[in-house]
Every structure is written in structure tokens, then in C-alpha cells.
């Protein structure tokens, strides 16, 4: 049976989690669909690789598709309209987009400029937030929702937008904003526009679910929520309170819960509007999950639902109980930021080297005078059809510390021992192709074959590019992004260049759930092999630590006008000066420091003048270098 490119899409599962935005193509290439015009058009992720590298940019390289972004956020708001329309729904949808999920400046101006025709609004956590929100709201229709700790001037930029005609709305988090943002109106002669956060007791599933619920840290519980209506009502600042918002936690796997939290929160939207509050926007929050396995389950990593379904949902549930209590329907908002911008950057890295465990090819017959246990384990080969593979795989080991034994007490040199374990691994590496075809594998065999598990080093930082893949086991889908034509006949970790133990990616998707490995292609010392880990556009930009002083990675973004590939925002990633001055060190004074040194060695006569220029130079480009491993 040969390969092909059905088992490589397959395999690696590119049609389940890729959403028609990734593929495979003839040539075995991974490629991105770029609308162009008016057709969309397939463009293969090694071709833009290798016209970064005949520019000059190394890797490891993080690439952005400003036209995923745009086709997520033509999604999410179509699919709430769509919704509406089919429910004859008699509010509007209206989102807004957490600047905390990628708070890249050209993701910003998408947002306004591309959302501007379905008044797609921003959420801002904090004072830098709002800062960088209010430079952008254009849109007088659209809203800019304020959640997170407010103080004084966080309060007075948010009344004074408001009075240039931006719909800026203070969401309350804690019951002590309250007095402060009356007090500041006051003071200003500004009303303000305010929402409420409640913290929800319906319980949610995922990695994020303490993020909503009883003991969240944010919100106001059902007394400290009626305390902040009674206080309005007493200061007269009730009829500004026009918006009720929950946030269940990020990456909710889960449709019921999505729906049960709703039904208890349009609950209580409607009681504050009993209450006679103005209420007229519901905002449901985040957690708008991303099916990053393609299982479209109930894991952590995925979702039971599609983005339609939500829209569907969320909106049933609302009309529904509005309806019962003769409430008019109110405008919808989601605060959706994982789901708007996890599609849009992919980081795509090189294998620098490789250290092999499994041995499918036979090494060299010991010699005729090699010692005993060397040709007791080179004869385990040809027993391996015929005896019990476990009898067979026992041998081994024992010869193989034998072998060890030996040479701890000076009875062979290094060079028999490496011969030896060499065919050691080809044993083991038989046992466990073979194993592989019995039903039931004994655990030792299963062991045996994590053990046969491959490094593949990787030119990235996990620290860095994918610190939930660290922090939380986040699942991501990775594979190789060429000779997908060729079978994929090795198992890999990857290991990645921070020397750091747990700096590597050992859980994989697949198929059946997950696996501790990744099918790679043989890879050749010196040979070109490029891995990339897609849907990262979420969290993983500004979460990133500077772990062994690995900075940020090369960023562009990649479009495609009348065939052409077309590279804009161009952002060189960190030197090693950039790096250094971050932990306070300042490249001048390093230099200066340097150059002294290699001058005592001058005046020592441990090198020469010529020599000193020669190391003086190195250590300059070296501070200007890039900070990951350049071939
Ligand atoms: C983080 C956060 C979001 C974004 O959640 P996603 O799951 O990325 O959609 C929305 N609202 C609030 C209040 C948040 O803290």
C-alpha cells in the first residue's frame, strides 16, 4: 500500500481542526486558503517560508493571515445574524473583542476597520487597554466595554469618552467601584454608562471553569448585587445602568453548560430590569471555544458545538425567557476572543538535529572476537519470528546490563559497549514493530515502545510560543509542513532549544484522543525539515516568558494579491541585546566591559591585537544577532 496525501490529511487530522482554512496539497505541502478577489487560493506554507529565507529572515518564523482574522470575525457575527433572522429575534448582536486575548496592534485595527460594518466593538481589562481602545473607536455605534480593576483616572478617561460620543460602558467587578465612579461623575458633571458582572453559580467544564462560578474572583454574588441596585436607586444613578454581563471561563467545551449558565443569567438580566433599570444590552462574555483536536467532543481541547450552534443557543435561550416575562429582547453581546483570533497565526519552526532511539536499520555483526554477550544479543535477531516476544525483549535487557556489567569492571572498552547497545535498539526496535501486531500488547512491550520514542530538537522556545502547551497541557495541532507526499515513518517528541526539561511538546492529537508522540519524517543531519504549530493566534503571543533569554520569534504577515504571496508588517524578532537590556543589562556597557577584558588579554599576550579585533567583532554581532539558533 503506498502513501498518500488522504493518509497524511488523515493522520495528522488537518481537515477536523482546520476549519476549511488549512489542507494539504499535491505536493505534500501544508497550505493556508487565502481569499484572493473573488476565489480563494491555496498557498503552500513552505513556499512562504522560502521567501522569508531568500529575504534573509530566519527561523523560527510566526506567521499571521490577516484574512483568517477577517473570515472569523465575518463568521462570528454572521452566524449571530443569521441566528436572529431564523428566530425573528428582536434585539441585534453586537460584539466586542477582548483586547486581552492579542493585544497586537495590528489585530486591533482590523477589528475597527474590518468589524466596522457589524459595529464590532472592544473589551478592555485594564487602564493600558483602555488606552489603546480609545485610540481606535471610531464607530459611535459600537461598544467599549470596561471590566477589570478601575481607579480614579481609569474612571475620568472612560467619562470623558463618553462625552466625545464613544459608547464607552464601566462594567462593575467589585462592590467598592460603585461610590467611586458616582463620585467621579459628580465631579466631572458626566453620566456614566454601567454595567454589572455577576458571578454565576452554574458550574463550567474546561481547563478555565474557576473563572466563573461561586468562587470566582471577579463579580458581584446576588447580595453584594443587590446592594449595588439599592445604592443606584438611593444615589439616582439607576437609569444608568443598562447592561448585565457574566463570564463563564475561557474554552467551554461544552453546549449544555453554555446553555445553562444563560438561562440562569437572562434570569437575573430580567429581574434587574423588574427592578426598573434601563436594560438593554446582555453580555454574555467569552469562552466561544476553539476545537483545537478537531474531535468535536466535550475534551478541554475541543467543542461539542459549532460556531452556529452557539449563536442558535444563546439566542433561544434569551428570546425564550424574555418572552415568558414580556421583556423585550436585548442586544446581545459576546465578549469572544479565543474563537476570533486563535485561526490567525501559525508559528512555524526547523529541526536542528535529531537523536534516534528506534534502529530500523541492521548495524554491523559483532566481530568474531567480540565478547560472548555481544553475540548473545546479536542472536536475539533471528528469534524474534519465532519465540515469545516478551522471552525475547527479557533477553535483551538482560545482556544488554550484561554488557554494562562488563564494562563498568573493565572487561570491554567503550567501542564494544556502543556496538552493543546499537543492537540492542535494532532488537528492541524489531520487537516493537512486531509487538504492534499482537491484541493485546503486555505492558512492558507498550513501555518499550515509549522508549523507542525519537528527539527531534526543535528552533523554537515552548516558553515562549506556546506557554499553555507548558502551563496547561494545552493541546495544539503540530505537524510537519512539507513532504506530506512521503511517508512519515519516524516518532518524535520535540525538544526545544531552552534546555529546560520540561521545554518540549510530548502530547500530540490524534485520531483517538492523544498521543505522546509525533509522526515525523526521517530527517537526514543538515537536511531542511520544518514543523509548525497552528491556532496559536490565542494567548500564546503575550503570555510568553523570556525562558534562557529566548526572546520573540520573527513575525509577518502573509497575504496573497493577483497569485502573488505578499509580506507586510514585517517585525524582526528580539536580539540579544533586546533580550539582555529587558533583564536590565545595558549592551553598551556589555561591550565596553568586553572589550576591556579582551584588552588585559592583549596586554598578557594571550592573543593579539588582530585577534582581540576578531573577538571584539564577534561579540558585537553576537548582541545584535537574533536570539534563537541561526544556521
Ligand atoms: C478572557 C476574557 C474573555 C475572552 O474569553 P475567550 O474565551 O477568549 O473568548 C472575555 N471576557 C472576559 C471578562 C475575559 O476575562
Same mark, same amino acid.
Given at each position: 500500500?503506498?502513501?498518500?496525501?488522504?493518509? $497524511? =490529511?488523515?493522520?495528522?487530522?488537518?481537515?477536523?481542526?482546520?476549519?476549511?482554512? !488549512?489542507?494539504?496539497?499535491?505536493?505534500?505541502?501544508?497550505?493556508?486558503?487565502?481569499?484572493?478577489?473573488?476565489?480563494?487560493?491555496?498557498?503552500?506554507?513552505?513556499?512562504?517560508?522560502?521567501?522569508?529565507?531568500?529575504?534573509?529572515?530566519?527561523?523560527?518564523?510566526?506567521?499571521?493571515?490577516?484574512?483568517?482574522?477577517?473570515?472569523?470575525?465575518?463568521?462570528?457575527?454572521?452566524?449571530?445574524?443569521? $441566528?436572529?433572522?431564523?428566530?425573528?429575534?428582536?434585539?441585534?448582536?453586537?460584539?466586542?473583542?477582548?483586547?486581552?486575548?492579542?493585544?497586537?496592534?495590528?489585530?486591533?485595527?482590523?477589528?475597527?476597520?474590518?468589524?466596522?460594518?457589524?459595529?464590532?466593538?472592544?473589551?478592555?481589562?485594564?487602564?493600558?487597554?483602555?488606552?489603546? $481602545?480609545?485610540?481606535?473607536?471610531?464607530?459611535?455605534?459600537?461598544?467599549?466595554?470596561?471590566?477589570?480593576?478601575?481607579?480614579?483616572?481609569?474612571?475620568?478617561?472612560? +467619562?470623558?469618552?463618553?462625552?466625545?460620543?464613544? =459608547?464607552?460602558?464601566?462594567?462593575?467587578?467589585?462592590?467598592?467601584?460603585?461610590?467611586?465612579?458616582?463620585?467621579?461623575?459628580?465631579? +466631572?458633571?458626566?453620566?456614566?454608562?454601567?454595567?454589572?458582572?455577576?458571578?454565576?453559580?452554574?458550574?463550567?467544564?474546561?481547563?478555565?471553569?474557576?473563572?466563573?462560578?461561586?468562587?470566582?474572583?471577579?463579580?458581584?454574588?446576588?447580595?453584594?448585587?443587590?446592594?449595588?441596585?439599592?445604592?443606584?436607586?438611593?444615589?439616582?444613578?439607576?437609569?444608568?445602568?443598562?447592561?448585565?454581563?457574566?463570564?463563564?471561563?475561557?474554552?467551554?467545551?461544552?453546549?449544555?453548560?453554555?446553555?445553562?449558565?444563560?438561562?440562569?443569567?437572562? /434570569?437575573?438580566?430580567?429581574?434587574?430590569?423588574?427592578?426598573?433599570?434601563?436594560?438593554?444590552?446582555?453580555?454574555?462574555?467569552?469562552?466561544?471555544?476553539?476545537?483545537?483536536?478537531?474531535?468535536?467532543?466535550?475534551?478541554? @481541547?475541543?467543542?461539542?458545538?459549532? +460556531?452556529?450552534?452557539?449563536?442558535?443557543?444563546?439566542?433561544?435561550?434569551?428570546?425564550?425567557?424574555?418572552?415568558?416575562?414580556?421583556?423585550?429582547?436585548?442586544?446581545?453581546?459576546?465578549?469572544?476572543?479565543?474563537?476570533?483570533?486563535?485561526?490567525?497565526?501559525?508559528?512555524?519552526?526547523?529541526?536542528?538535529?535529531?537523536?534516534?532511539?528506534?534502529?530500523?536499520?541492521?548495524?554491523?555483526?559483532?566481530?568474531?572476537?567480540?565478547?560472548?554477550?555481544?553475540?548473545?544479543?546479536?542472536?536475539?535477531?533471528?528469534?524474534?519470528?519465532?519465540?515469545?516476544?516478551?522471552?525475547?525483549?527479557?533477553?535483551?535487557?538482560?545482556?544488554?546490563?550484561?554488557?554494562?556489567?562488563? !564494562?563498568?569492571?573493565? *572487561?570491554?572498552?567503550?567501542?564494544?559497549?556502543?556496538?552493543?547497545?546499537?543492537?540492542?535498539?535494532?532488537?528492541?526496535? /524489531?520487537?516493537?514493530?512486531?509487538?504492534?501486531?499482537?491484541?493485546?500488547?503486555?505492558?512492558? +512491550?507498550?513501555?518499550?515502545? @515509549?522508549?523507542?520514542?525519537?528527539?527531534?530538537?526543535?528552533? !523554537?522556545?515552548?516558553?515562549?510560543?506556546?506557554?499553555?502547551?507548558?502551563?496547561?497541557?494545552?493541546?495544539?495541532?503540530?505537524?510537519?509542513?512539507?513532504?506530506?507526499?512521503?511517508?512519515?515513518?519516524?516518532?518524535?517528541?520535540?525538544?526545544?532549544?531552552?534546555?529546560?526539561?520540561?521545554?518540549?511538546?510530548? /502530547?500530540?492529537?490524534?485520531?483517538?484522543?492523544?498521543?505522546?508522540?509525533?509522526?515525523?519524517?526521517? =530527517?537526514?543531519?543538515?537536511?531542511?525539515?520544518?514543523?509548525?504549530?497552528?491556532?496559536?493566534?490565542?494567548?500564546?503571543?503575550?503570555?510568553?516568558?523570556?525562558?534562557?533569554?529566548?526572546?520573540?520569534?520573527?513575525?509577518?504577515?502573509?497575504?496573497?494579491?493577483?497569485?502573488?504571496?505578499?509580506?507586510?508588517?514585517?517585525?524582526?524578532?528580539?536580539?540579544?541585546?533586546? *533580550?539582555?537590556?529587558?533583564?536590565?543589562?545595558?549592551?553598551?556597557?556589555?561591550?565596553? =566591559?568586553?572589550?576591556? !577584558?579582551?584588552?588585559?588579554?592583549?596586554?598578557?599576550?594571550?592573543?593579539?591585537?588582530?585577534?582581540?579585533?576578531?573577538?571584539?567583532?564577534?561579540?558585537?554581532?553576537?548582541?545584535?544577532?537574533?536570539?534563537?539558533?541561526?544556521?
Amino acid at each position: 500500500m503506498s502513501w498518500n496525501i488522504e493518509d $497524511a =490529511r488523515e493522520l495528522y487530522g488537518v481537515q477536523r481542526w482546520g476549519n476549511g482554512y !488549512f489542507d494539504i496539497n499535491s505536493d505534500g505541502d501544508v497550505v493556508v486558503q487565502l481569499r484572493d478577489g473573488d476565489s480563494t487560493v491555496p498557498v503552500s506554507l513552505q513556499k512562504i517560508i522560502e521567501g522569508l529565507a531568500d529575504r534573509g529572515s530566519a527561523m523560527p518564523q510566526l506567521l499571521r493571515f490577516r484574512d483568517l482574522l477577517d473570515r472569523r470575525i465575518e463568521d462570528l457575527n454572521e452566524s449571530f445574524l443569521t $441566528a436572529i433572522k431564523e428566530t425573528s429575534y428582536q434585539g441585534s448582536y453586537r460584539g466586542v473583542y477582548p483586547i486581552k486575548v492579542n493585544q497586537q496592534q495590528q489585530v486591533i485595527e482590523e477589528i475597527s476597520e474590518f468589524g466596522r460594518k457589524y459595529n464590532y466593538g472592544l473589551e478592555a481589562g485594564s487602564k493600558p487597554e483602555l488606552i489603546a $481602545a480609545l485610540a481606535y473607536m471610531q464607530d459611535p455605534n459600537a461598544y467599549l466595554i470596561c471590566n477589570g480593576y478601575k481607579d480614579d483616572e481609569f474612571i475620568d478617561l472612560a +467619562l470623558r469618552a463618553i462625552q466625545m460620543g464613544i =459608547r464607552v460602558i464601566m462594567v462593575l467587578e467589585m462592590p467598592s467601584e460603585l461610590p467611586a465612579i458616582i463620585a467621579r461623575s459628580r465631579a +466631572l458633571d458626566i453620566r456614566p454608562e454601567l454595567g454589572i458582572r455577576f458571578r454565576l453559580s452554574t458550574k463550567s467544564e474546561g481547563h478555565w471553569a474557576e473563572s466563573g462560578g461561586d468562587r470566582s474572583v471577579f463579580g458581584l454574588n446576588s447580595p453584594q448585587l443587590i446592594d449595588a441596585i439599592d445604592l443606584l436607586k438611593s444615589e439616582g444613578f439607576l437609569d444608568c445602568l443598562t447592561l448585565f454581563h457574566y463570564h463563564q471561563g475561557s474554552q467551554l467545551p461544552n453546549i449544555r453548560a453554555i446553555r445553562e449558565a444563560a438561562t440562569e443569567a437572562v /434570569r437575573v438580566f430580567v429581574s434587574l430590569a423588574q427592578e426598573g433599570a434601563p436594560m438593554e444590552i446582555l453580555d454574555m462574555g467569552g469562552g466561544l471555544a476553539v476545537d483545537y483536536d478537531g474531535s468535536h467532543s466535550n475534551f478541554a @481541547s475541543s467543542c461539542n458545538y459549532s +460556531l452556529k450552534e452557539y449563536a442558535a443557543n444563546l439566542i433561544e435561550v434569551v428570546q425564550q425567557h424574555c418572552d415568558e416575562t414580556n421583556i423585550p429582547h436585548p442586544t446581545l453581546v459576546t465578549e469572544s476572543g479565543r474563537a476570533v483570533v486563535a485561526y490567525y497565526s501559525v508559528l512555524v519552526f526547523n529541526i536542528l538535529d535529531v537523536t534516534r532511539f528506534s534502529q530500523p536499520e541492521e548495524p554491523a555483526a559483532p566481530a568474531k572476537d567480540a565478547h560472548d554477550m555481544l553475540h548473545n544479543l546479536w542472536e536475539i535477531r533471528n528469534r524474534i519470528d519465532r519465540n515469545d516476544l516478551q522471552e525475547c525483549f527479557n533477553d535483551a535487557l538482560f545482556y544488554r546490563d550484561q554488557v554494562r556489567d562488563l !564494562f563498568r569492571h573493565g *572487561v570491554i572498552d567503550l567501542r564494544a559497549r556502543s556496538a552493543a547497545e546499537k543492537i540492542y535498539w535494532h532488537v528492541c526496535t /524489531r520487537i516493537a514493530a512486531k509487538a504492534q501486531l499482537l491484541d493485546h500488547i503486555p505492558e512492558d +512491550l507498550q513501555t518499550l515502545q @515509549s522508549n523507542l520514542i525519537d528527539f527531534y530538537y526543535a528552533n !523554537f522556545s515552548v516558553f515562549q510560543s506556546l506557554p499553555d502547551s507548558w502551563a496547561i497541557d494545552q493541546l495544539f495541532p503540530i505537524m510537519p509542513i512539507h513532504k506530506l507526499d512521503t511517508e512519515p515513518t519516524h516518532r518524535a517528541i520535540l525538544a526545544d532549544i531552552t534546555c529546560d526539561c520540561d521545554g518540549k511538546v510530548d /502530547r500530540f492529537i490524534n485520531r483517538d484522543g492523544t498521543t505522546t508522540y509525533l509522526q515525523v519524517h526521517d =530527517r537526514q543531519p543538515g537536511e531542511e525539515y520544518n514543523i509548525a504549530a497552528f491556532l496559536v493566534g490565542a494567548y500564546q503571543e503575550t503570555l510568553g516568558d523570556l525562558h534562557n533569554l529566548l526572546g520573540d520569534p520573527h513575525v509577518v504577515s502573509v497575504g496573497i494579491e493577483e497569485g502573488e504571496i505578499i509580506y507586510t508588517h514585517e517585525v524582526e524578532g528580539d536580539s540579544v541585546a533586546d *533580550v539582555l537590556s529587558y533583564v536590565e543589562y545595558d549592551p553598551k556597557d556589555l561591550e565596553k =566591559r568586553f572589550r576591556n !577584558f579582551a584588552e588585559k588579554a592583549v596586554s598578557k599576550g594571550k592573543i593579539s591585537a588582530k585577534q582581540r579585533k576578531l573577538i571584539v567583532d564577534a561579540y558585537r554581532n553576537g548582541l545584535s544577532g537574533y536570539t534563537y539558533y541561526e544556521s
